[in-house]
């Protein structure tokens, strides 16, 4: 269930029971022809499959993250990585104010990954605090589905496309990739180069099989409620 159809003694009597809550962190970036806001829709997806199989709580998703890259896209909305992680951290020391110790992070873009060092910090400061980090696109499971299909797995490819994260009609064609490049682009660059905003391969697939990835990744993340993996 999600805080936004609780009150707050709904609540205090779920923490009686139960320490553990969902995190679902995200970002609202271009995704080419998917929505703006894929890389929280997908991890909240996620987060919402799993709080209605295990009962566990899912908190506010974090619709913005950090993507300086994509600024010359519009619709892009960046936060920059301090800001980021400071709102992180007092979301999480809220909730472990409030009695919250276990915490599933499930996040759907790779801008975020810094927060990874800041929730180890917070762990070696706050007692009896458990996080367990999740970014679906970068596990073995979508890697071994991809290999055995011959699909590459690309931003906002094929990978992405979902029901859910679909705004509009894809191309049926296969994208090269652009040459890869030791050098950091600034947005203006970042977009030339990769013009519609696709990285590379089919901009679609079989949704049979988007849907069987999704079991895929669901099947992954229920046994991290369990916080021993």
């Known amino acids: 269930m999600r805080f936004e159809d609780m009150n707050w003694m ?14 679902a962190l995200g970002a609202c970036e271009q995704h080419g022809y998917l929505s703006l806001l894929t890389d929280i829709r997908i991890p909240m997806a996620l987060a919402d499959a799993v709080g209605q199989q295990s009962g566990v709580v899912v908190a506010p998703p974090f619709n913005f993250g950090v993507s300086p890259y994509f600024l010359a896209y519009p619709g892009t909305i960046s936060l920059r990585m301090s800001t980021f992680i400071e709102v992180l951290e007092d979301v999480v020391r ?43 696109w970068t596990t073995p499971t979508v890697k071994r589905f991809a290999e055995e299909r011959g699909l590459l797995p690309e931003h906002a490819s094929w990978m992405e ?60 993340v229920l046994p991290l409620l369990d916080f021993q993996s």
Not at 10 to 21: A, G, N, P
Not at 171 to 179: C, G, I, L, M, T
Request: hydrophobic share 35%; net charge negative.
């Open 10 to 23: 709904q609540v205090e009597e779920y923490l009686k029971q139960d320490d553990r809550v969902i995190l």
């Open 94 to 136: 809220s909730l472990y104010g409030q009695g919250f110790r276990r915490f599933l992070v499930l996040n759907g873009h790779g801008g975020n990954d810094s927060a990874r060092v800041r929730l180890t910090e917070l762990s070696n400061e706050l007692g009896n605090l458990e996080t367990s980090w999740y970014a679906w």
């Open 161 to 220: 496309a979902f029901p859910f994260t679909r705004v509009a009609e894809l191309p049926d064609e296969v994208k090269s990739p652009a040459e890869p490049t030791a050098r950091i682009l600034n947005a203006a660059e970042t977009r030339q180069r990769n013009g519609d905003g696709m990285y590379g391969g089919a901009y679609q697939t079989d949704v049979k099989w988007m849907d069987e990835l999704f079991e895929l990744c669901l099947a992954d």
